[in-house]
């Protein structure tokens, strides 16, 4: 069963716009991660948020978290081409087990 | 460099044929997980094992099967009983009390 579905399934942005995209889930976490997956390669993490905690920043990744809607964001500010890629929610429930969305396809118009 | 190896990157199987995928990390991770990717589908996890000598199912682990011999190593066989297995593989190991995931760069399977 996948736990995170995220929102939008595909998104197309200029370079130097915000790119934000949604992921909603079911049970209860501890925490929810995000990573990204360049076509055709491995996932890679970029940031994990607490059940806990409700914003977090890393570089030009802003992360949120509202439990009580059981729902995260991932702003990606004044994206880049290289940005492109899709990005994936992981939510985890302390058996650490990530359980993945279907993904949000980004693509960066230069 | 630490990290988590897959092999081979492409892999072709006849009909009837059981394939092995290879997957080790030198990252001294205790769990090991085992994901399938289709198009628009997202990851579903095939299996996991979180201790040597010991795995789980998970969501889709019909047509499959792992071993756990050593803590580096969680090879994933895809049995002839697996009627669709067209599709992305991907490995992916966690270290003790963490959660961020470290993957390898995947082995894309294709029934011919």
């Known amino acids: 069963s996948q736990q995170g579905e995220e929102d939008p399934q595909a998104l197309s942005i200029q370079e130097g716009e915000n790119a934000t995209m949604n992921c909603s889930y079911k049970t209860s976490i501890n925490n929810l991660q995000w990573y990204r997956q360049n076509s055709g390669r491995g996932l890679v993490h970029l940031i994990l948020?607490?059940?806990?905690?409700r914003e977090k920043h890393s570089g030009r990744l802003r992360v949120t978290l509202d439990t009580s809607k059981k729902s995260s964001s991932l702003l990606i500010t004044a994206s880049r081409a290289a940005d492109t890629a899709s990005y994936f929610c992981?939510?985890?429930?302390?058996?650490?087990?990530?359980?993945f969305g279907r993904g949000t396809s980004l693509i960066v118009h230069p | 460099d630490g990290g988590i190896t897959q092999s081979p990157k492409y892999l072709f199987r006849k009909e009837g044929q059981n394939v092995t995928l290879s997957c080790e990390q030198n990252l001294n991770h205790d769990a090991m997980y085992w994901y399938r990717q289709d198009p628009g589908q997202g990851l579903r996890l095939i299996y996991y094992?979180?201790?040597?000598?010991?795995?789980q199912k998970g969501d889709i682990a019909e047509g499959y099967s792992v071993s756990r011999e050593k803590k580096e190593s969680f090879p994933l066989t895809v049995t002839s009983a697996q009627k669709n297995p067209t599709a992305f593989y991907l490995c992916a190991s966690i270290g003790f009390l963490n959660t961020e995931a470290f993957f390898g760069q995947g082995t894309r399977l294709t029934v011919v």
């Open positions: 094992s979180q201790i040597v000598n010991d795995f």
């Open positions: 948020i607490r059940s806990n905690e």
């Open positions: 992981a939510t985890e429930g302390g058996s650490y087990i990530p359980t």
